[in-house]
């Protein structure tokens, strides 16, 4: 097992810290849980280098969600990507069983401008997520004024909105894993033709050549089933689309959740094999041996 998705700081903490120790404790519980590698995966979003890529990014979009927009940068991007990565570095260097990896988000027309900023640092795995559609942070069950938004909004129009940004994403080329894939149902609205978009959304993972994650985080959600849902998970091993295995967590208590469930899933759907990174070049890890899991699932 991996767990190819981490971040070291909660989202509502502006102000944070890098230690090299937090790194360790990542890797002891995900050891302890039968995970034989990690990925630091922060959000590209948490990092002053991200400021000119998003400049005037939501200046069409509407008004009060644009102004929370600007306030949900203000608090997040504080913080230097370069020691970020350094950190990662270190601990890699360290011995620890960690891979250097940024959770990418999508940015509408300006991939080009990510892939150029990040080309210059020596990222593992580059994770794909889409978390927000215009200004509109569909996924942020805290917050009730995007939340409002999905009473207001046809669920149908949502979904195809966010199939077309995964398949934006994936034709740009610039991650390596597709993240939550079917992250909105987040909130545990379903379309009509859900089937359609699992196809389409599993054709956007194999004609990139991305991998996709298989996530335990949403089982803490609304709707309560992990990333991807199991008809999507079918239609991605069908494809031969490769995964990882991820919990997203944002803090060590989090660490390889579930990891046992996962590991269930994936024999059910005869996949023995996870994909690990080095230096965004993919190989095979097995699975692993179910007796070395531990308590966490
Ligand atoms: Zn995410
Ligand atoms: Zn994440």
């Known amino acids: 097992m991996l767990d190819y998705h981490l971040h070291l700081w909660p989202h509502d903490q502006a102000e944070v810290s890098l230690s090299l120790e937090q790194v360790a404790d990542y890797c002891s519980a995900a050891t302890a849980a039968g995970v034989r ?12 280098q991200s400021e000119p890529i998003v400049a005037g990014l939501f200046d069409e979009e509407d008004p009060a969600l644009r102004a929370s927009m600007a306030r949900y940068w203000e608090h997040h991007a504080r913080n230097d990507l370069d020691a970020y990565v350094e950190l990662a570095a270190a601990a890699k260097a360290s011995g620890l069983p960690v891979v250097i990896g940024l959770e990418v988000d999508y940015y509408r027309d300006r991939m080009d401008k990510v892939a150029e900023l990040l080309a210059g640092y020596p990222f593992d ?96 959600k609304r709707c309560a089933e992990q990333y991807p849902a199991r008809g999507l998970l079918e239609r991605l091993v069908e ?11 944002h803090g060590v208590s989090r660490v390889a959740d579930r990891a046992g469930d996962l590991r269930d899933l994936l024999a059910g759907v005869g996949v023995e094999h ?24």
């Open 37 to 48: 590698e990690v990925a630091l995966t922060e959000h590209l979003f948490r990092f002053v």
């Open 125 to 220: 795995v580059l994770l794909g997520s889409v978390h927000w559609l215009g200004a509109w942070r569909f996924d942020d069950l805290g917050d009730p004024e995007h939340m409002a938004r999905w009473t207001a909004r046809e669920v149908d129009g949502a979904w195809e909105a966010y199939v077309g940004a995964i398949e934006e994403l994936a034709a740009s080329g610039t991650c390596d894993v597709l993240a939550h894939l079917d992250l909105v149902k987040v909130a545990g609205h379903l379309p009509a033709h859900l089937e359609e978009h699992w196809d389409r959304l599993a054709e956007a993972a194999a004609s990139s050549g991305m991998s996709a994650e298989l996530s335990s985080a949403g089982w803490t």
């Open 239 to 249: 494809r031969g689309v490769g995964l990882t295995t991820a919990s997203d967590a």
């Open 274 to 297: 996870l994909l690990a990174f080095e230096g965004r070049v993919a190989h095979r890890v097995p699975v692993g041996d179910p007796d070395r899991l531990g308590d966490r699932r």
